[in-house]
């Protein structure tokens, strides 16, 4: 029941805190200077008892932030929101205000803004003996806004793991995450409204259902109310980097079997997307393909057309090996990646 494999371990730990003992969250903030504003060492987020794992932040609009992670201070994992005001000081309930705490394990969240100086969080939930899509809103005052425990994105047979969200542009997010309903992983989406209604198919929408497996799915707001989703897939026996992208009302839009980002030999892994401002996205990657992991890149635009070098262009094929990157846009088209 928890993160077992090392994709798993990478999505789900991301860091922790282990100065008492006992894995805490803690966070700092460093100004244009370098220079650490908070308490020496860190601001504690959460002490609670038990482990607190995986946290994600986001902007809360004032200076400050929203952290959400998960919990053991129960009996299981659930999953606590925090935020900490531009002076560093906790602003809701102490060691964090609870958005599920529901039988069964709540793990690996996501957040992002709602834009209201609150935030919307997507987790992977076992409160039915397998693993779902729940999400839920909170206010800037803490307090969550939709069903308790969270509304239902997906409880398909099968699990529903490892969901990741993006803002839809009206208060709103839109939700993908990989799902087992069909016997292989496949990529599925839903879009959820400002009042916690789900608003496309009951279920979700195939973003990709080829065979074998598609999985680590990450996605990019399309500023249209629709979104961009790329993924790992692996219907050609390698893993490949495919994507698709579906509009405000829950409708694909590119060709039915998806763009191939890069069908290069070899495999090409963990995927991570930005958008380039114009109705498309930037994919970036690690790829086999030169016998080390190196960093390559594609940029797809509104239409499903790769923009640049067939298969990517190389971001770093320096020697050694490089792996897991990450990216954000640069604002003028482009996009800062990091590894």
Not at 20 to 29: C, E, F, L, P, V
Request: net charge negative; with cysteine; aromatic share 8%.
């Amino acid at each position: 029941t928890r993160c077992t494999s090392r994709r798993q371990r990478q999505m789900c730990i991301r860091d922790r805190d282990n100065r008492s003992g006992n894995r805490d969250i803690y966070a700092q903030r460093v100004d244009g200077a370098g220079t650490a504003r908070w308490m020496t060492d860190g601001v504690a987020v959460c002490t609670a008892a038990g482990p607190q794992y995986g946290p994600t932040i986001l902007s809360d609009g004032a200076g400050g932030t929203i952290v959400t992670w998960y919990d053991y201070r129960g009996s299981d994992y659930d999953v606590y929101v925090q935020r900490l005001d531009a002076a560093g000081t906790s602003r809701w309930t102490a060691d964090g205000a609870p958005l599920c705490t529901e039988t069964g394990h709540q793990v690996c969240p996501e957040i992002v803004s709602d834009g209201a100086g609150g935030a919307i969080v997507t987790w992977y939930d076992y409160r039915s003996g397998n693993y779902d899509i729940y999400a839920q809103r909170v206010n800037s005052a803490g307090t969550v806004q939709w069903t308790a425990d969270g509304v239902a994105v997906c409880t398909e047979t099968g699990d529903q793991r490892h969901p990741v969200i993006v803002p839809d542009g009206a208060g709103g997010v839109i939700i993908t995450w990989e799902d087992i309903r069909g016997g292989n992983y496949d990529i599925y989406a839903q879009r959820v409204d400002a009042a916690g209604a789900v608003e496309w198919t009951t279920g979700g929408v195939a973003i990709c259902t080829a065979i074998l497996g598609q999985y680590s799915p990450r996605i990019a707001p399309d500023g249209a109310g629709g979104a961009i989703v790329t993924w790992a897939d692996g219907r050609g026996g390698n893993n490949d980097i495919y994507a698709q992208r579906v509009d405000a009302a829950g409708t694909v839009q590119w060709t039915p079997d998806c763009v191939g980002v890069c069908t290069a030999t070899v495999d090409q892994l963990s995927p991570e997307i930005a958008s380039d401002g114009a109705g498309g996205a930037i994919v970036t990657w690690y790829d086999y393909r030169g016998g080390v992991f190196d960093i390559y890149a594609q940029r797809v635009d509104a239409t499903g057309t790769v923009q640049w070098t067939p298969d990517g262009s190389a971001v770093c094929a320096a020697a050694g090996g490089q792996d897991l990157p990450k990216i954000v846009s640069d604002g003028v088209g482009g996009a800062v990646i990091a590894w």
